[in-house]
């Protein structure tokens, strides 16, 4: 078997279904009584996002990310919407976990990261949203996200750099993640070329090697959020040392599986 063919049937694999009769869908449609309940008349929309939005959804991963949009006059501080949605998740019996800006659940069988967000100005798609880690909020654009990746044709690349992550137990942030590959690929090989994964995926490996420490990456809806400050120094070095070992490796089981 060639690397070509190792890499496709991973692939094959680990492609999620993000098609409009995709399953995990069903679960907006099962949440939605329970979030309009809880945003008392304020609840703007529920739409997929992240990576389901994206394509880049891998079926080792979270099934679903939906973005929970509030009206721009929603009161309260972001940080008590947060809050506020992560008990009323648990009062609807679901156990949540407080991620970074969103809260993981279980709904029938799917993992689902849900995005609560305030509008900035109800004509625009701008929002507000809490940041935990950080305790502060931040700018976004999650239609601009959502451009940016699929734009740059590096899906199946960046499915692939996922499940390496994840298999190499890595915190790295999966909007990072994306726009590093973007970003490794449009300097490497700019043009998106079906049959070539293996050339794509060590061009990816070095850049994280070489730049993953320093390089500055940007939040493409709001140039004042840093992306690459979502990691510090010690959890950037651990990617670096991480690809080290892939570029080292000798076939690409060691590397991916």
Same mark, same amino acid.
């Given at each position: 078997?060639?690397?070509?063919?190792?890499?496709?049937?991973? &692939?094959?694999?680990?492609?999620?279904?993000?098609?409009?009769? @995709?399953?995990?869908?069903?679960?907006?449609?099962?949440?939605?009584?329970?979030?309009?309940?809880?945003?008392?008349?304020?609840?703007?929309?529920?739409?997929?996002?992240? +990576?389901?939005?994206?394509?880049?959804?891998?079926?080792?991963?979270?099934?679903?990310?939906?973005?929970?949009?509030? /009206?721009?006059? $929603?009161?309260?501080?972001?940080?008590? &919407?947060?809050?506020?949605?992560?008990?009323?998740?648990?009062?609807?019996?679901?156990?949540? *976990?407080?991620? /970074?800006? +969103?809260?993981?659940?279980?709904? @029938?069988?799917?993992?689902?990261?849900?995005?609560?967000?305030?509008?900035?100005?109800?004509?625009?798609?701008?929002? !507000?949203?809490?940041?935990? *880690?950080? =305790?502060?909020?931040?700018?976004?654009?999650?239609?601009?996200?959502?451009?940016?990746?699929? @734009?740059?044709?590096?899906?199946?690349?960046? *499915?692939?750099?996922?499940?390496?992550?994840?298999?190499?137990?890595?915190?790295?942030?999966?909007?990072? &993640?994306?726009? @590093?590959? #973007?970003?490794?690929?449009?300097?490497?090989?700019?043009?998106?070329?079906?049959?070539?994964?293996?050339?794509?995926?060590?061009?990816?490996?070095?850049?994280?090697?070489?730049?993953?420490?320093?390089? *500055?990456?940007?939040?493409?809806?709001? $140039? /004042?959020?840093? #992306? !690459?400050?979502?990691?510090?120094?010690?959890?950037?070095?651990?990617?670096?040392?991480?690809?080290?070992?892939?570029?080292?490796?000798?076939?690409?089981?060691? #590397?991916? =599986?």
């Amino acid at each position: 078997m060639t690397a070509e063919e190792y890499i496709s049937n991973i &692939l094959s694999r680990i492609t999620a279904d993000t098609s409009a009769t @995709s399953p995990a869908l069903a679960v907006r449609d099962v949440l939605l009584p329970a979030l309009t309940n809880w945003g008392s008349g304020f609840l703007n929309s529920v739409t997929p996002s992240g +990576s389901f939005a994206k394509g880049t959804a891998i079926t080792t991963g979270t099934d679903i990310d939906l973005f929970v949009s509030m /009206n721009a006059t $929603t009161p309260g501080s972001l940080e008590e &919407l947060y809050k506020s949605l992560g008990e009323r998740l648990r009062c609807e019996g679901y156990s949540c *976990r407080e991620q /970074n800006v +969103s809260l993981n659940i279980k709904v @029938s069988g799917f993992s689902v990261d849900l995005v609560p967000a305030r509008l900035q100005d109800q004509q625009g798609q701008d929002h !507000s949203l809490f940041r935990r *880690r950080a =305790k502060t909020w931040t700018k976004t654009n999650i239609q601009l996200h959502i451009a940016a990746v699929r @734009s740059a044709g590096r899906e199946r690349e960046t *499915r692939l750099i996922k499940l390496w992550r994840n298999q190499q137990n890595l915190d790295f942030p999966s909007f990072y &993640l994306e726009l @590093s590959v #973007i970003r490794a690929l449009g300097v490497a090989r700019p043009s998106p070329t079906p049959g070539t994964w293996a050339g794509n995926l060590w061009a990816v490996f070095k850049y994280l090697r070489d730049n993953v420490v320093d390089a *500055r990456i940007e939040d493409p809806g709001n $140039t /004042n959020n840093t #992306i !690459s400050d979502d990691l510090n120094d010690s959890e950037k070095r651990l990617i670096k040392a991480a690809a080290e070992r892939a570029l080292g490796s000798k076939t690409w089981a060691e #590397i991916i =599986k």
